[in-house]
């Protein structure tokens, strides 16, 4: 798999959407750069750093295989020689649940290597769509604490 | 304020924080590329993009007036000619408020203007450490939504 060359950051970015979507692991690490510095954030999670560290979070999500859809959109693109930053919502999906799940925010952010093009970086956050912000203020007991920006 | 010019990516994040710190709208807004394409996502918030959002977004938190600390640690750079990303954790206090916070995980991108460096990209996230993630799976009632990655 890492033979693949992708000759721009959105192909790259299918590849590493349709390797979620299918929990292909080695399609899923072929899109990332071959560097200690990727970076990795899943929604709710800690920063993980380093290939081997993304490869472990990838195969303990894709052990219950595959069965969730994976959609794009709100994409939004800055490039420059070298790299491209990608931000946009990733609206997942299980069929047969019926409850709709709020998009998730992603920052992509994708490195022009001499392989082509690979993702240096992943940090994905949930939005509550139905929640309203807590104003700033001291903590107020149990609970989250006050969004401080 | 818009005549700073930051030599490094480094000089651009310690005047970012400060602005915070400060909840100096027009030094924080001096950090910022000047470009329509800038995006702020604020921890829980949805992606705001170009200035004027970006603005007033940090004109309403500013609003409280300063009082907050906001150290940053375990920063990770990478960088190329033009861009600069940087992944931390930044350490949010109000002095006075019993309860530690969480740190928040951000992901900075600057961007090598012919202005010195700017901020492009500042996406910041929640991480409740003393909350185990949920497993991958179909909704169980009230509550967040499972995580799915």
């Not at 925010?105 to 001499?114: G, I, M, P, Q």
């Amino acid at each position: 798999m890492t033979s693949i060359i992708y000759a721009s950051s959105t192909d790259c970015e299918v590849a590493f959407y349709r390797a979620f979507e299918k929990a292909d692991l080695a399609a899923m690490m072929a899109v990332w750069a071959e560097d200690d510095e990727v970076v990795c954030i899943h929604p709710g999670g800690p920063r993980l750093c380093g290939l081997d560290t993304v490869r472990e979070s990838w195969r303990s999500i894709f052990a219950a295989g595959p069965g969730l859809r994976v959609g794009i959109s709100h994409r939004v693109i800055t490039a420059t020689l070298q790299t491209a930053i990608h931000t946009l919502h990733e609206n997942l999906s299980v069929p047969g649940e019926p409850r709709e799940r709020a998009p998730i925010l992603a920052t992509n952010v994708y490195l022009r290597t001499e392989r082509g093009w690979r993702m240096l970086l992943h940090h994905a956050s949930p939005t509550p769509p139905a929640t309203p912000r807590t104003p700033p203020g001291p903590s107020r007991g149990p609970g989250p604490a006050p969004l401080l920006h």
